[in-house]
């Protein structure tokens, strides 16, 4: 049974945050990619998103790629089942600056190719269209779902 929540200024001295936390930082990791500029860099973008659990958040100005799903060794009480053998990365990682009582809010959030797309053709100017051969005949165009 996990304690109730508590605020981090109110540890007592030597106590764990993790005691306290649903293992935020156990759920998913976050990438930095290139802001997108270009209707190529959004379809890539749309590309990622087509894949599983994942989304594409902006914080700060700076565009992440986020894959979602538990590590692997998270135990049933949020606490590291490989905790002496852990990777460096989550050796490194401390909880001074961690996600324990955000909101979880950003800037910008996409978790659908759709919503991605919609902002591409809310920003970018319109997408040119391929030049028509003479004699060609082209059928309209469909939209692209996801």
Not at 2 to 9: G, T
Not at 29 to 49: C, G, N, Q, S, V
Not at 105 to 129: G, H, N, S, T
Request: with cysteine; charged share 30%; hydrophobic share 30%.
């Amino acid at each position: 049974m996990r304690k109730a929540e508590i605020r981090r200024e109110d540890l007592k001295p030597g106590e764990v945050l993790c005691s306290y936390c649903t293992a935020r930082c156990c759920r998913y990791f976050a990438l930095p990619i290139d802001k997108p500029k270009t209707w190529e860099d959004f379809d890539h973008m749309r590309w990622y998103i087509m894949h599983g659990t994942t989304s594409i958040f902006v914080d700060d100005d700076v565009w992440f790629l986020c894959v979602h799903g538990d590590c692997k060794h998270l135990q049933p009480d949020n606490m590291c089942g490989t905790y002496l053998t852990r990777p460096q990365i989550c050796r490194d990682y401390t909880t001074d600056n961690c996600e324990y009582g955000n909101t979880g809010c950003y800037d910008k959030f996409f978790e659908a190719p759709e919503q991605l797309w919609e902002y591409a053709e809310a920003i970018l100017p319109p997408k040119p269209q391929p030049r028509k051969k003479r004699g060609e005949v082209r059928l309209p165009s469909l939209p692209i779902l996801g």
